[in-house]
């Protein structure tokens, strides 16, 4: 078995502000996930990496960086926080064989002021 | 491109009570599909996933999903349902085509409430 641990669990910021969310995984897993889950809708892919150094871009990768400095490390930066903005990101881990199972960080709550 | 849709946003049932939360996809080829549960405050578990070969897979706590091509849909099923299933679940599609492998495409999700 294995843990990820993101920090922080809450995060409040200004608007225009940068913002780094950090996640930290222990399973040896080559590929790392960023998500942003908005209330009542799906987790939705903002970056993901398939090896240390490796940045993929997903669906959601506008105003946002990541860093994968090291395996069991994945960083992602909001570059400029939107205000009123509330949302939950969730940063998961696996293998990179077809069907993987995904493993899930107990997320970081953004709200922006 | 590939979708999943999660038709019913919430759904509300007794205890006791057999339970099947649905799911469709659009993908041009055979899928991996998923079924994750997030409890009130908590970040997603998983809980079964179609790879190949028995459509019908067997996953933790005692739930069961069928895969049928023919209308592509992957339902998720318990019986009985426990208030402790309260929770919201998401179906997931990963794709098979080069390029699409680990990318997870999620649905909405449903919320699921069991009324003891």
């Known amino acids: 078995g294995g843990i990820i641990t993101q920090t922080p669990k809450f995060l409040i910021g200004q608007e225009g502000q940068k913002l780094t969310l950090k996640c930290q995984q222990n399973?040896?897993?080559?590929?790392m996930y960023w998500y942003r889950q908005d209330s009542g809708k799906g987790l939705r892919l903002i970056y993901y990496?398939?090896?240390?150094?490796?940045?993929q871009k997903g669906d959601l990768s506008e105003g946002y960086d990541a860093s994968r400095e090291k395996k069991s490390s994945f960083s992602l930066t909001v570059t400029s926080a939107q205000k009123n903005e509330m949302a939950v990101f969730l940063c998961?881990?696996?293998?990179?064989?077809?069907?993987?199972?995904?493993?899930f960080g107990p997320g970081t709550r953004l709200l922006v002021l | 491109a590939q979708s999943v849709d999660q038709p019913d946003a919430h759904v509300t049932l007794s205890e006791g009570a057999s339970l099947e939360l649905r799911c469709s996809y659009s993908y041009s080829a055979a899928p991996y599909l998923f079924w994750y549960v997030q409890y009130p405050g908590q970040s997603l578990q998983f809980l079964l996933k179609?790879?190949?070969?028995?459509?019908v897979v067997k996953g933790t706590k005692g739930f069961e999903a069928e895969f049928r091509k023919s209308n592509s849909s992957f339902n998720l099923k318990k019986s009985p349902a426990h208030w402790s299933d309260s929770a919201k679940y998401f179906c997931?599609?990963?794709?098979?085509?080069?390029?699409?492998?680990?990318?997870?495409?999620f649905g909405a999700g449903t919320r699921l409430a069991v009324c003891p």
């Open positions: 997931a599609l990963e794709g098979r085509l080069s390029g699409s492998f680990n990318k997870l495409t």
């Open positions: 399973f040896n897993h080559d590929t």
């Open positions: 179609y790879i190949t070969g028995d459509t």
């Open positions: 998961a881990s696996s293998g990179t064989g077809g069907a993987d199972t995904q493993y």
């Open positions: 990496s398939i090896t240390e150094n490796d940045l």
